[in-house]
């Protein structure tokens, strides 16, 4: 009994209790502490691959103090400890992990480096070819077009601000292929302009895409280009005129120079030989054709609009010699939209300076669609 105290007391240097069963549990506490001690330097050295020891307390201050084996470990050893005593060192059973796990850890950081170092080489090898392809669109006048439509087009769907500038910059372009094609004497061929403007459409098919040239009156006769950009995209009008025998742009209509037009999928009708004047339509494109027309005359460098219509429902249009022809829903079923009660047709011709109605016509109400 007395050698088994005196051990006992030597390793945890605190005296114990007479009765021999709370000894044995006091010996099994001290060798589970050294146990604790082992687990918590495995995990230092984890953290701390420099980390060489690590220290734990393996005794008991006093004999109350059963808990002993929960205190948190150290790095080195503390104060109280005598390391002939109180407290281990356990190299001699670590140091092998220690090693080994300094070699992982070295190991795992070069596979991180050469990662990181592979993924930083991607992405260089992805970001090679933007300068040249940024700078092979801005050598190339028809991508750059292409690319501003596209913006145009996404910014007006997406309800974003639309950028005048971008705007200007793509009907500039649009001028610069126009004003050439107008002074090819004896007169312009526009059938193979607006075939050439087609080519522009940056989609396939060109949905709402297109850029259309159309002969106005006069004496000389001016040109209009209707400017679509692309579907739910904003709308333009360019006018060219001649002066001194050379046509350069001499009017334009979008929303930015006037703020109540309705720029959305126009379409462009010349209604008279002696006069530059001419009728926008403006969208319809929903199941039921609603759209809205203005009238407009070129006067040297200004563009005046006539007249302006309601947003006509179920309408159709068309011009010839006499004038402009206008059919529509006059009176529209309240209860059910898509009805049609009562439709007229309107004749419409630019005459004495005025833009006039000049006769009107009711037609058979049409039938719903099934």
Request: overall charge positive; hydrophobic content about 40%; aromatic content about 8%.
């Amino acid at each position: 009994m007395r050698i088994l105290r005196k051990k006992a007391a030597v390793r945890c240097k605190v005296a114990l209790p007479p009765r021999k069963a709370f000894a044995i549990r006091r010996k099994i506490v001290c060798k589970f502490s050294a146990g604790i001690a082992a687990g918590w330097k495995f995990r230092m050295a984890t953290e701390d691959a420099e980390t060489e020891f690590a220290w734990k307390r393996k005794g008991c201050k006093n004999n109350n103090d059963v808990q002993c084996w929960r205190t948190a470990p150290y790095r080195h050893p503390p104060d109280y400890c005598v390391r002939s005593e109180e407290c281990i060192r356990v190299e001699g059973r670590m140091n092998l992990i220690f090693l080994g796990n300094r070699r992982k850890t070295r190991l795992a950081r070069a596979g991180t480096i050469l990662c990181v170092l592979s993924a930083a080489i991607f992405l260089l090898a992805a970001a090679w070819p933007a300068p040249r392809l940024m700078a092979q669109s801005e050598r190339d006048p028809v991508l750059q077009f292409r690319q501003i439509a596209d913006e145009l087009s996404a910014a007006r769907q997406g309800g974003g601000e639309e950028n005048q500038a971008r705007m200007e910059k793509a009907l500039a372009y649009l001028d610069s292929l126009a004003i050439p094609v107008l002074n090819v004497p004896p007169s312009p061929h526009l059938e193979e302009a607006n075939q050439r403007f087609a080519g522009l459409a940056s989609h396939t098919p060109p949905v709402g895409e297109n850029y259309r040239l159309v002969k106005l009156g006069g004496a000389p006769a001016a040109y209009a280009m209707a400017v679509n950009f692309g579907q739910g995209g904003p709308a333009a009008l360019r006018i060219y005129a001649a002066a001194d025998g050379r046509y350069s742009l001499a009017a334009k209509i979008d929303h930015f120079a006037q703020s109540d037009f309705f720029d959305s999928d126009i379409e462009l009708v010349s209604v008279s030989d002696s006069d530059p004047v001419f009728v926008t339509i403006s969208g319809r494109t929903d199941d039921l054709s609603t759209g809205q027309f203005v009238a407009w005359r070129l006067d040297g460098n200004h563009v005046t609009a006539l007249w302006t219509s309601d947003l006509l429902q179920q309408s159709t249009y068309g011009a010839d010699g006499s004038g402009f022809h206008l059919a529509y829903c006059s009176q529209v079923d309240e209860d059910h939209p898509s009805n049609c009660l009562k439709m007229a047709r309107d004749l419409y011709r630019y005459q004495g300076g005025e833009w006039r109605r000049i006769e009107t016509a009711e037609l058979p109400a049409s039938k719903p669609a099934p």
